[in-house]
């Protein structure tokens, strides 16, 4: 009886993967007594670019108006889905995101550099999850910046997650294959067996997306 409970649960899990094949699902672990658990996303500090007021901006960081100019740089996507840590999607769930744009630089009085800013670029975003737990946003990706004169922050997108019973996590999203990656402090501080969920994935078979020449990332985040 309790195998064939088991066995249909996963092949819930499955049914759910088929027929969101372009949403990656938390790495998951499978408890013989407790069920499935997710493993929860490292938490990394917030940083000192966190945006002083949090004007509401939605989903789209490119541009801002509808119709406007966009900002510069290269056009990505990022989604994903926000679970507790039993691999429950959390719905409503606040999902914010800063970052640097195109040049490195951010929106934010304590970034020294003198760069000048991209006058079409949203610097934040908020959304909240839909029923599945799902998020998404437009934006462009951030390059590189030098955090000191001898550490180059590779590309990198923070985030903070909220939701009433679950808490806060406050973390970055790095980008696949960046040579940085491997010497950032940062990401370095991450025991090595968790450091990959730090790292979004890049979603492949972008045909029939409605945007396919923009790379799609996706980055899964699990509270407690
Ligand atoms: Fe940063």
Redesign the pocket.
């Known amino acids: 009886m309790k195998r064939s409970k088991t066995l249909s649960r996963r092949q819930l899990v499955r049914g759910t993967l088929a027929a969101l094949p372009l949403l990656a699902v938390p790495p998951l672990v499978w408890g013989k007594k407790s069920g499935p658990s997710c493993l929860l996303t490292p938490s990394q500090g917030e ?3 966190y945006p002083l007021r949090f004007t509401p901006h939605g989903m789209d960081l490119t541009r801002k108006q509808p119709g406007g100019p966009k900002a510069q740089g290269r056009q990505i996507v990022v989604r994903g889905t926000v679970t507790d840590a039993r691999c429950r999607p959390l719905p409503g769930a606040e999902v914010e995101i ?3 744009d195109s040049q490195g630089r ?1 929106n934010h009085p304590h970034d020294p550099r003198n760069l000048g800013l991209d006058s079409n670029f949203l610097y934040w975003g908020r959304v909240l999850t839909d029923a599945q737990g799902r998020y998404a946003f437009r934006t462009i990706a ?1 390059a590189a ?1 030098p ?1 000191s004169s001898s550490w180059m ?1 590779p590309p ?3 985030f903070k997650v909220r939701q009433k019973g679950a808490g806060t996590l406050v973390t ?1 999203m790095y980008f696949p294959g960046n040579a940085l990656n491997a010497s950032d402090y940062l990401l370095g501080g991450i025991e090595s067996s968790l450091r990959q969920r730090l790292i979004a994935k890049l979603a492949g078979g972008s045909r029939g997306a409605p945007t396919p020449d923009i790379p799609r990332y996706l980055f899964d985040i699990s509270l407690t």
């Open positions: 940083g000192p670019f800063w970052q640097a951010y951030p910046y955090a922050r990198h997108i923070h970055q």
